[in-house]
């Protein structure tokens, strides 16, 4: 298994600008791969604002990589509210750009509410239009040699078990990224989860979660934390890998550093150095 870290937390103000991206975007850009290189990552993850600024000049995005002997291995294709047309050209272009840089994944998830209640009941209406997006884009994504995965995400119609299973049942192309903190927070037990879906992973992000259920009840992601900081059983996440064969990605992702994109890269790179011995 090889470690990476997720880049988009230093590209915030980037979302929403679709392919118009701020002027700090390729300095934003930079910075975060300046800062993990250093940190011994070597390989990271973003969102698709990256497209705009380097589908028509990948060589430039090839050798910033090359620069600070990183790969890039999954660019996250969302959110799916501008028509299905639209989102799946867009996906097409990812997908260019995944394969120039010899990247494999693309991760897809369904868009997030911001509304109270937090949980929702299973929402079949919502599941079958995502499935049959997804798997269209699943089928676009494997001409590129690139495998599409779902993440199930808080605030989102596909989170809990019963939405994954319904999802899988019925999706054509699609595998699964496994997220460590969103399978604790929907409730399910993070080793028994990926024990279940071990066939079908393909990709991993590792976060902790705290474990009071009475923190940021306004917004549970917030929850989320630097690996060695929560209640996220990561040996046994480990352990159920293992016994499946896997032998891909482990992305960490922190959504809300604690102080900053830095000290939370170092702490989490230190905990999998001295706990997990990786």
Request: proline share 4%; with cysteine; glycine share 6%.
């Amino acid at each position: 298994m090889n470690i990476a870290y997720t880049v988009w937390t230093w590209m915030q103000s980037e979302f929403g600008r679709g392919d118009n991206p701020s002027d700090q975007a390729e300095a934003n850009f930079e910075q975060a791969l300046k800062e993990i290189s250093y940190l011994g990552y070597r390989k990271l993850e973003n969102f698709n604002f990256i497209v705009p600024v380097y589908e028509k000049c990948p060589e430039k995005l090839a050798e910033l990589l090359a620069k600070y002997d990183l790969q890039l291995v999954n660019l996250y294709h969302t959110y799916y509210e501008d028509g299905l047309e639209g989102w799946l050209k867009l996906g097409e272009r990812t997908c260019k750009l995944l394969q120039y840089c010899g990247a494999k994944h693309l991760n897809v998830q369904g868009n997030i509410w911001h509304d109270p209640p937090m949980n929702r009941s299973i929402n079949r209406e919502s599941l079958d239009m995502y499935i049959d997006a997804f798997s269209k884009m699943g089928e676009i994504s494997k001409e590129y040699g690139i495998q599409t995965c779902l993440h199930p995400h808080a605030n989102t119609s596909m989170f809990h078990e019963d939405e994954i299973d319904y999802f899988l049942e019925h999706s054509k192309n699609v595998a699964l990224t496994m997220d460590t903190a969103h399978t604790t927070l929907a409730g399910m037990d993070a080793e028994k989860a990926f024990d279940k879906y071990g066939s079908l992973i393909r990709y991993v992000h590792l976060k902790d979660l705290d474990p009071n259920p009475e923190a940021h009840l306004d917004w549970p992601m917030k929850r989320f934390c630097a690996l060695g900081q929560g209640c996220v059983d990561f040996k046994g996440v480990i352990r159920s890998l293992k016994k499946h064969g896997y032998d891909g990605t482990l992305c960490v992702e922190v959504d809300y550093p604690l102080v900053c994109n830095f000290e939370t890269a170092q702490y989490s790179r230190n905990y999998i150095k001295d706990v997990l011995g990786m």
